[in-house]
């Protein structure tokens, strides 16, 4: 891709309405553009980094042996009357009425619709335990929206519900959703905390959130420095020892990016969603439910990794992963020499590089590299040319390496598949 065809434009002076630093580099760096309070524009950048983030936790997903289903993003009062969360949401449920003054909700999670769909389609004990999942458009009318992709009124969830025929397998499925996160925030490069946590309006038995530590994180954790052991800071209350270890505890504020729970029957049962056991007797199934924010994740991606020149994107999130900068203009010859070396490192890495390919400054050229976040910037200078080389600047270390044109295949498969990174976060066009 060429930034020329690209609607790529960054803005250096500082957005006023933006408090956090991720929101602000977002809006620099072009990749969102606010509509309303709670409500973005994805720009074609924001929308390459989401879609990526996407295709992961698809693919952990799946690999977890959920599989995926859409549900619709309207859903009638009567399911949400069903359970009482119709009263009982308050207000942070948009409701609506079609033109027969029948009352709809604009789904901000889907348990009930869910549940609806599972009482119909898994009737036998022999088709569990099931987990679904999807990746849709969530509704909330926040009381505060705010921080950008943080907290909007319209936002991307992963959401997944198990059924299963007990508790014990019900709790199968729940460590499985554990594992299946950690793998989820590991290959998207991000420090996450598990930690105990209430269970809120969604109700149930046990939950677990996963926290990004950040300065800007609107909950505050309560953790062990010691050991594994993290807690939501309301279920914690004044502890101030871990009670695995008994090490004093700190506390750091941190970004919610996923949460999971033991629903039990808090659905099935006033549902009447139930299976036939192998004695033919109705059973009511255990469920567990399981969101990923995944547009916060972006975010919360930027809060944990950025620097006073911009965004520093974990190699998963970067909508381009690599960044040929021609340092001249059309007559120079440079900018054609850098759309063959894009095409050469596109044999390997489709779809995955950016030319700027703009009559532009070197100094604009660099400054729009770092503050968009591109993992590699390759240069291309006259000099360096003459002698069939070019330079690799890493924006995370700012470590540069002058690199034989030929050798330049292997020497991005080698950075990319250093620990730590990894190859297979290249998943936008396999
Ligand atoms: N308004 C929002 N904007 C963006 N993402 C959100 C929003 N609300 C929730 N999420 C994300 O969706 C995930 C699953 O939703 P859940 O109902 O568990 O959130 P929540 O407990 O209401 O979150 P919070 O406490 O931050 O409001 C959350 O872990 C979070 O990452
Ligand atoms: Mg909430
Ligand atoms: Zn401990």
Redesign the pocket.
Known sequence: MRTTRLPYVTFHEEPAEAEVVSHRLMLRGGYVKKVAG?LYDFLPLGARSLRKVEAIVREEMERAGAFEVLMPALQPSELWQATERWEKYGKELFRIQDRHERSFALG??HEEVVTDLARGLLRSYRQLPVTLFQIQT?F?D?MR?RFG?????E?V?K?AYSFARSSEEGSACYRVMQEAYFRVFSRLGLTVRMVEADT?M?GGSSSH?FMVLAPSG??TVVYCPSCSWASNVELAGAATHCPICQTPVERTTAI????VFDLGARYSEPMGAAFLDPDGRETLYHMGCY???V??LLAAAIEQSHDESGIIWPLAMAPWTVCVLPLGGKDSGLTAKGERIAAIIEERFPGDVLVDDREARPGVKFADADLCGFPLQIILGEKNLRDDRVEIKVRKSGERHVVPVPGLQEWIGDFLGRPGSMVDTLILDR
């Open positions: 709670g901000p999670t969530k909330r926040e929206p992709l943080m907290r909007g009124r936002f969830m959401d809120g969604i959130e609107e909950d919610e990016v996923g949460h969101g990923i924010g547009s916060r």
